[in-house]
């Protein structure tokens, strides 16, 4: 029988690779890997500090967190204004979920399983904090298909809600 916490075969490589990693720790070795990945979260490049940015807002997570996409010659890359000091999981979470899609094809995002979350977090107990991760999730996917739909190939896009 498979094991249902693994990715299956149409997810991309850098997911699956995140997925078994975090399959395979136990509670105290997750929140250590979270932790450092909360400080590679990358910082909100100084060009999208003055954009007014209500739209590129995740309501649905308690933390104050703004996605803003950004598509560079078919790739997708993703920033987010977060406080790393004060909400370390959810830029611990980011930085996981970036390392796998960023600089990759929309469809590289859109293909992160709909257990991405619930995989990544197991075993944490941090369960309220899963509908916040999975509406960054959304969001993400969101941005993916509507850049994946408008694609300008050898242009750099203006982050848009």
Known sequence: MPDSTLPTSATPEAITKTLKR???LSREDKMQTLLAYSRKLEPLPERFRTIDR?????HECQTPVDIIP????????????????QSPTVAAFLAIVFSAVNDQPPETTLALPADFVSTVMADI??????VGLNAIVARL???AAEARD????????????
């Open 150 to 161: 408008r694609r300008p190939d050898s242009q750099v896009e203006e982050a848009k809600p």
């Open 70 to 85: 950004e598509m560079r010659n078919g790739a997708l890359h993703f920033y987010a204004a977060v406080d790393t000091r």
């Open 54 to 58: 209500a739209a590129f807002h995740v």
């Open 125 to 130: 107990g941090l369960g309220a904090r899963e």
């Open 22 to 24: 975090f399959a395979g």
């Open 141 to 143: 996917k969101r941005h």
